[in-house]
């Protein structure tokens, strides 16, 4: 009998490490591709969801015509423990949050489920969870890219009609083009938790994995958005930079046949950078503003905007230490930019300095 009692706590022991091997697997990115990104979450953009962290979120403003509603009736928190965006049939207006920080190279990871979708018909609803250089918020964010009007809009999930896909829709000259590479199609399963993950790779290609029982699975073919032809995708300028992230279940159009309430639940979005670079925001030397360091990767130019009109010491270094350019500077209307023209392609270190401390980051000149 004793032991028999070992052997059931044993196996008990080993089937809840292996359950959270299998979560942990489904929370970080694929073993494969993980020596790519930190091992650490970038928290200023992820969220776990057991609150909405206004200062990491906004509502997606209502315009009045957009099919989203503000307020606690359309965006709230589920037992503290994932976001709820609630779409309200009578009123024609779903839920929304926008993103307050921006975000770029890296993988992302999600957990979402669609409730009150019926599978055996199109819906009016719009649920997704995607990326852009405004944030649409009610407060309201804009960055540049450093790309004019080019950029990459990302759908980590795109509910439209009566299935959900992962897409890329690229613009040129701020329009939407009509070659959208897909990289994921399903039509079913919608109440069911789905994990996904994306890899967004400074390199020129975008990924797309899923979690299925611990594992992750690659979905979709590679696609390149680099600014050279690729048979896959046929993307052929290049899309990239900081975004933001937004989450809403919009009403969209009559087209479909389902208009009751319908909700998306978010239970986690993660952002894990790519290792070795900082992301294009950081934070002030002084630790009182917060700057934006664009375009990155750079071919010419690279642009701080965030800074005090004060002088600071600009500081570009290689990655084995070797100082290749120290300059001071008097910083007038807020943002200065820096030549590094001359600079090989490769990494390198920017430091800045001021009277308080010193700040470091990394960035790709092309």
Same mark, same amino acid.
């Given at each position: 009998?004793?032991?028999?009692?070992?052997?059931?706590?044993?196996?008990?022991?080993?089937?809840?490490?292996y359950s959270i091997n299998q979560a942990e697997a489904q929370t970080t990115p694929p073993a494969e591709v993980a020596s790519k990104f930190s091992k650490s979450i970038d928290w200023?953009?992820?969220?776990?969801?057991?609150?909405?962290? &206004?200062?990491?979120? *906004?509502?997606? #403003?209502?315009?009045?015509?957009?099919?989203?509603?503000? $307020?606690?009736?359309?965006?709230?928190?589920?037992?503290?423990?994932? +976001?709820?965006?609630?779409?309200? =049939?009578?009123?024609? !207006? $779903? %839920?929304?949050?926008? %993103? +307050? #920080?921006?975000?770029?190279?890296?993988?992302?990871?999600?957990?979402?489920?669609?409730?009150?979708? @019926?599978?055996?018909?199109s819906s009016v609803w719009h649920p997704a969870i995607w990326s852009s250089p405004w944030n649409m918020g009610t407060n309201a964010k804009f960055v540049s890219n450093g790309n004019?009007?080019? &950029?990459?809009?990302?759908?980590?999930?795109?509910? +439209? =009609?009566?299935?959900?896909?992962?897409?890329?829709? @690229?613009?040129?000259?701020?329009? +939407?083009?009509?070659?959208?590479?897909?990289?994921?199609?399903?039509?079913?399963?919608?109440?069911? &938790?789905?994990?996904?993950?994306?890899?967004?790779?400074? /390199?020129?290609?975008?990924?797309?994995?899923?979690?299925?029982?611990?594992?992750?699975?690659?979905?979709?073919?590679?696609?390149?958005?680099?600014?050279?032809?690729?048979?896959?995708?046929?993307?052929?300028?290049? *899309?990239?930079?900081?975004?933001?992230?937004?989450?809403?279940? #919009?009403?969209?159009?009559? &087209?479909?046949?389902?208009? %009751?309430?319908?909700?998306?639940?978010?239970?986690?979005?993660?952002?894990?950078?790519?290792? %070795?670079?900082?992301?294009?925001?950081?934070?002030?030397?002084?630790n009182e503003v917060s700057l934006t360091l664009y375009p990155n990767p750079t071919s010419d130019q690279l642009k701080i905007k965030g800074l005090k009109n004060e002088k600071y010491?600009?500081?570009?270094?290689?990655?084995? $230490?070797?100082?290749?350019? /120290?300059?001071?500077?008097?910083?007038? $209307?807020?943002?200065?930019?820096? /030549?590094?023209?001359?600079?090989?392609?490769?990494?390198?270190?920017?430091?800045?300095?001021?009277?308080?401390?010193?700040?470091?980051?990394?960035?790709? !000149?092309?």
């Open positions: 009998m004793k032991n028999y009692f070992g052997k059931a706590i044993v196996l008990f022991m080993l089937g809840a490490i200023s953009v992820s969220d776990n969801f057991t609150s909405i962290d &206004w200062n990491k979120w *906004c509502y997606r #403003k209502d315009d009045g015509s957009n099919g989203i509603g503000e $307020g606690s009736q359309y965006a709230y928190i589920v037992n503290n423990s994932y +976001l709820s965006l609630k779409g309200i =049939g009578a009123n024609k !207006k $779903g %839920g929304g949050l926008s %993103g +307050l #920080k921006t975000s770029s190279f890296g993988f992302y990871i999600t957990k979402f489920r669609f409730v009150g979708f @019926p599978e055996d018909h004019g009007g080019a &950029w990459l809009e990302i759908d980590l999930m795109e509910y +439209l =009609g009566n299935n959900w896909h992962v897409q890329l829709a @690229p613009r040129k000259d701020n329009v +939407l083009l009509a070659n959208r590479p897909v990289m994921m199609n399903r039509d079913y399963g919608y109440n069911d &938790w789905v994990t996904l993950g994306m890899e967004y790779n400074q /390199d020129g290609y975008i990924q797309a994995w899923e979690g299925v029982n611990g594992t992750w699975v690659k979905r979709g073919p590679k696609i390149w958005y680099s600014g050279y032809e690729n048979s896959e995708s046929k993307v052929f300028y290049k *899309c990239k930079g900081p975004q933001y992230w937004i989450l809403s279940n #919009k009403y969209h159009q009559e &087209w479909g046949y389902h208009k %009751g309430d319908s909700w998306l639940h978010v239970d986690y979005f993660y952002y894990y950078p790519t290792a %070795g670079l900082t992301n294009q925001r950081i934070m002030s030397v002084s010491v600009f500081q570009i270094s290689d990655t084995q $230490g070797r100082m290749l350019w /120290d300059k001071s500077a008097k910083v007038n $209307g807020n943002e200065i930019s820096l /030549d590094v023209d001359q600079l090989s392609s490769g990494l390198y270190i920017l430091t800045i300095k001021d009277g308080v401390g010193k700040e470091t980051i990394n960035f790709i !000149k092309e």
